[in-house]
């Protein structure tokens, strides 16, 4: 189980699925459907929506994120867009815009 | 530069992949991936599309043409269909590949150049392969000549060194076709021709 790691240098434009983790420090212009979790880092500039496991947010994500298990919005994570999960947490010093679902 | 980038043997990446770094390939790539590090295509992994960095290294199976800076070296195991283009170029026993190759290119670099000669020469020596002639090819810039339609153009500055051969027959730095063909009865008729057109001027 390797985890997929996008470098700070690296820009994905398209449509990225996987059934491991996913670290983003790059950027990534799309959609992202991941089976595992995923993590961006502070570096890493997200503009996709997000399907995972679970989604920590370090970086910067402008779409909507749909969790199975749990979102975490770090500190200096910075979201703009709607989010539906189980369980969320929201940092001190985060920045969200959106709404939130954590419903069914 | 330093930071491995890794795209994991179950992801899947419909779309252009681009930056500064090196990146380890285990997954599936449809679409185009420019890197400005080395690339390695490992065993099972696939890619749809054009591929350019540094150095690339191959083990998987790629559809498209591969561009390396530096080197493109295609490992036992891989299955290419699609061009290389890269200074040095190393194939390795067991590697499959259907496509065009096109060395010369910026000056390689020492190590890589060193591990690549056994191909090139290698390759040198059937007239079929018009490419690992670094010298006259040189004068060609690598993106110019991509193009399918060079391909004839390219055994053109091949044959002045074939010629070579030929210098028995007399025969000019033209297409291969001399070659195969005797050009002995040619020769000889324009030598009759011009004493015969001199003596009737002379007339």
């Not at chain 2, 090196?22 to 591929?51: M, P, R, Y």
């Not at chain 2, 493109?72 to 499959?96: C, N």
């Not at chain 2, 076709?177 to 002379?202: E, G, H, I, W, Y």
């Amino acid at each position: 189980m390797a985890a997929t790691v996008i470098g700070p240098g690296i820009t994905i434009e398209g449509e990225v699925s996987s059934n491991d983790e996913v670290v983003v420090g790059g950027v990534l212009r799309g959609k992202l459907d991941v089976a595992g979790p995923v993590t961006v880092d502070s570096g890493g500039v997200v503009e996709a929506d997000i399907g995972a496991r679970s989604v920590a947010i370090g970086g910067n994500v402008t779409g909507n994120v749909v969790a199975s298990d749990r979102v975490d919005l770090l500190a200096g994570g910075r979201l703009v867009g709607d989010v539906k999960a189980a369980r969320l947490t929201i940092a001190d010093g985060a920045v969200f815009k959106g709404n939130v679902d954590m419903d069914g | 530069m330093s930071s491995p980038n890794i795209i994991s043997a179950s992801t899947t990446i419909i779309g252009r992949i681009s930056g500064e770094g090196d990146l380890e390939l285990h997954g599936h790539v449809e679409g185009e991936v420019s890197v400005s590090g080395s690339i390695a295509i490992a065993t099972g992994a696939t890619v749809k599309g054009s591929v350019e960095a540094a150095a690339i290294s191959v083990a998987g199976a790629v559809a498209g043409n591969l561009s390396g800076q530096e080197a493109v070296v295609l490992e036992s195991g891989a299955r290419v269909v699609g061009d290389l283009a890269a200074p040095s170029i190393g194939i390795r026993p067991g590697a499959l590949l259907r496509g065009h190759v096109e060395t010369g290119n910026a000056p390689p670099v020492p190590n890589r150049a060193a591990a690549a000669r056994p191909a090139m020469t290698r390759a040198a020596e059937p007239r079929r392969v018009a490419a690992p002639v670094a010298a006259p090819v040189a004068a060609k810039p690598a993106p110019a000549v991509r193009a399918s339609t060079t391909r004839k153009s390219a055994p053109e500055p091949v044959v002045p060194k074939a010629s070579g051969r030929a210098r028995k027959t007399g025969a000019s730095a033209s297409t291969s076709d001399k070659r195969r063909k005797p050009p002995a009865p040619v020769v000889p008729a324009l030598k009759k021709r011009t004493k015969k057109a001199s003596k009737r001027n002379a007339r």
